[in-house]
């Protein structure tokens, strides 16, 4: 059994299980793409895939197979990249979910080039989901999320704990529940102001998409109580979202790193819900078959060190 084998069993699953999809991809012969599974079922003494019809169905058998496959042509990609940049400083490829990307990454970005100014680091923006997914195929060595991974060949480490803020606008009144503007009720106590979660989810939400770790962690809290909100906008942007909320567009859930200047500057204000826990940590990822360059081993510690944390706490 060869790499060549595995590359060839693993791109037939990306490709929906089609042969002739896969063989222009791999700018191979549709027959030799059918060898090749061929021989490895030859090989292992199983069927890696089920022929309905004219179609191609992974077995369970090829499902664990695809696993393993993954693992080790990682594992050769890591090894090639490695070699070959032996006498380089290398490029390390580091996902961000879009919260800390647009909030925490820039930071990063600069303290790292600091430490180590002769590697070139290439940053990713995307939701978290989609980080987890790029990191079991190798195409990122690290990434940094704000929700628990779900991958088991993921490991998940903790490196800074944060609250979410509910949001409102300095001036909003829901006329039609007869309520006092919230800003004139914050003035009774201070900054914040206070509500209950059943008065809470009678106003209009601007949200994150689904799939953020924002959108999941307020989803979740809000579950846990028994109550759902149906948002009138989903933006996968917190920027534009708090710019809405300012604008009197509704209520929002965003980071409390990001809602910062916002409520500093008076633009918006904090609501208090006592029965809501919407606490959030962000965590640094990485596949546990990764092995860690010099540079990213620096990329850690520069994490580390910039959220005053001795040790990263496993999760995974």
């Known amino acids: 059994?060869?790499?060549?084998?595995?590359?060839?069993?693993?791109?037939?699953?990306?490709?929906?299980?089609?042969?002739?999809?896969?063989?222009?991809?791999?700018?191979t012969s549709q027959p030799a793409v059918s060898l090749a599974i061929h021989e490895m079922e030859e090989y292992y003494g199983v069927r890696l895939f089920d022929r309905l019809g004219r179609r191609l169905y992974l077995t369970e058998a090829g499902r664990q197979c695809l696993v393993y496959a993954r693992?080790?042509?990682?594992?050769?990609?890591d090894c090639d990249e490695s070699m070959k940049s032996w006498n380089s400083a290398g490029v390390i490829r580091v996902g961000a979910s879009s919260t800390i990307g647009a909030y925490l990454m820039p930071a990063i970005a600069a303290a790292f080039h600091d430490r180590r100014p002769q590697t070139r680091l290439f940053v990713k923006t995307a939701v978290s989901r989609e980080l987890e997914k790029n990191l079991l195929v190798n195409d990122l060595d690290l990434a940094l999320v704000e929700i628990p991974v779900h991958e088991s060949?993921?490991?998940?480490?903790?490196?800074?704990?944060?609250?979410?803020?509910?949001i409102a606008p300095q001036q909003y009144t829901a006329a039609e529940h007869g309520e006092a503007s919230l800003s004139e009720r914050g003035k009774k106590g201070g900054d914040i102001s206070s509500m209950s979660l059943e008065e809470l989810v009678r106003h209009p939400f601007l949200l994150r998409e689904k799939g953020s770790g924002t959108r999941k962690i307020f989803d979740d809290a809000l579950a846990n109580q028994g109550y759902t909100v149906d948002p009138v906008w989903e933006?996968?942007?917190?920027?534009?979202?708090?710019?809405?909320?300012?604008?009197?567009?509704?209520?929002?859930?965003?980071?409390?790193?990001?809602?910062e200047a916002s409520l500093s500057q008076g633009k918006v204000i904090c609501v208090d819900v006592p029965e809501l826990e919407l606490t959030q940590n962000f965590y640094i990822v990485r596949h546990r078959d990764k092995i860690l360059s010099p540079g990213m081993e620096d990329f850690i510690e520069t994490v580390k060190a910039g959220f005053g944390q001795d040790d990263l706490t496993g999760t995974g």
């Open 235 to 259: 933006c996968g942007n917190t920027e534009t979202i708090l710019q809405a909320v300012a604008q009197g567009a509704g209520f929002s859930v965003v980071p409390r790193i990001a809602a």
């Open 71 to 77: 693992r080790i042509l990682s594992l050769s990609d």
């Open 1 to 27: 059994m060869t790499l060549r084998h595995l590359r060839i069993f693993v791109t037939v699953v990306e490709n929906d299980n089609n042969l002739t999809k896969s063989a222009k991809a791999l700018y």
């Open 153 to 166: 060949v993921l490991r998940a480490d903790i490196f800074m704990k944060d609250t979410l803020a509910v």
